[in-house]
Every structure is written in structure tokens, then in C-alpha cells.
């Protein structure tokens, strides 16, 4: 896989907590489940994979990606939308980067955070003082009630959850329907891989700074 394949081939959009299939092909973590709602195939080659992949997934790290295109290494590190799911004790460096507040559903004895970019979504309609919003979240469409503070499929399918907005440090079960401890795990090394990136990028810098001063 290569910068010019961060792209998600499903939702065609930056790849959010990426997900390998045995196959190889990599798509993000939501849009991979919706698929495999309907047929258990990979999208790409075909090749059928179990649903037991969905209990502990192998997330990839898109910052080890950076040895394929050093001249991108800035907009490959933009593009690891995992760290920002993390608590911020997992984090320190990046604390003040973090949002406050994050937006979680309800699952069985305990909270789920959504993904990143349904977060956002549900902060900005939140901002606008929407009543209400639809999201579709792996491949089926919900409708939000921000006054109530539930989900329900658009087609009410499935049972009616409570949403939350609170702290991003909260309690949670994981994010996405991906348990923390799959999660802690892959953004360990990419916290790691991230923090060498920014000191490799500085050193650079000053490198240049340094030998342009006659």
C-alpha cells in the first residue's frame, strides 16, 4: 500500500481506523462491517473473510506508510485520525490538540464512541441546534433525535439507543464498535512512529536553518 492508496475504496475518503482484511486489501473499519452485512466478501478480490474478524480486527497504522513517500510525510501524518479517539492520558503530547467532548451511543453495559468523522458530523449539527440529523454509519442510514438523545435506523430496523455528549476522556467501551484494547494497541506504535516523524521533520528544519546562515 502507497500515500496514493490512503484513500478508502468504499467511502473514498481518508482512511479512518484501517482495517486489513486476511486478503490484504485495506478499508476503513465502518465501511468494511456495512459490506459484510450483505456478503462476507472482500470488495476488491472477492475473497470471503468471517465475522470473527470484526472482534478483533487488524487496524493498520497509515504513519508507517511513510517510508513510500518522504516528500508526503506531513499529510501522512494529517491522516492518522486514529490518535485523536484516544484518551488523553494515552496522549499527553497531543492534549491540546484534542477535543473537549466527544459523541458516544449506547451499547450493552457500557458507552461506545463513535468514529471520528461521526463525531464530528454530530458536533456540528449539535452547534447548529439541529433537532435532528440523519448519518448513515456503516452502510445503513439513522436518524439522530438531539433533543432525546437516541439513534434509530431510518427504517427501524434494530432497537433504539441512547447517545451522549460528554467529556472525550470518559469511560468507554472502545470506539466504533473496535474495543480500546484493539485500538490502544495499534495507536501505541503509531504514537511512537508519529513523535519520531515530528523530531525527524525538526531536525531537518534546523538542519537547513542552520546552513543557510553564511
Partial sequence: MT?????CSICLQ?????AQLPCGHIFCFLCIKGCAFHRRKCPMCRSRFSSRFFDDPKLINV??????DQDKLSHIVDLCECLSTLPQSVNDSYSNELPSYSWF??????????????????????NRQLSSYELTIAGYVYSI?????TQIRKDRSGRLRRIKRDLLTCEKKGVAG?????????????????????IEEATHSNSNGVNGVQ
Fill in 3 to 7: 500515500v496514493d492508496s490512503l484513500e
Fill in 63 to 68: 504513519c508507517d506508510l511513510r517510508e513510500n
Fill in 14 to 18: 481518508n482512511l479512518v481506523h484501517p
Fill in 105 to 126: 451511543y449506547e451499547g450493552f453495559q457500557g458507552w461506545w464512541q463513535y468514529d471520528e468523522r461521526t463525531c464530528n458530523e454530530l458536533e456540528n449539527a449539535f
Fill in 145 to 149: 433525535d438531539l433533543k432525546n438523545m
Fill in 178 to 198: 473496535i474495543k480500546m484494547s484493539s485500538i490502544q494497541s495499534s495507536s501505541n506504535s503509531t504514537t511512537s512512529v508519529c513523535k519520531q516523524l515530528e
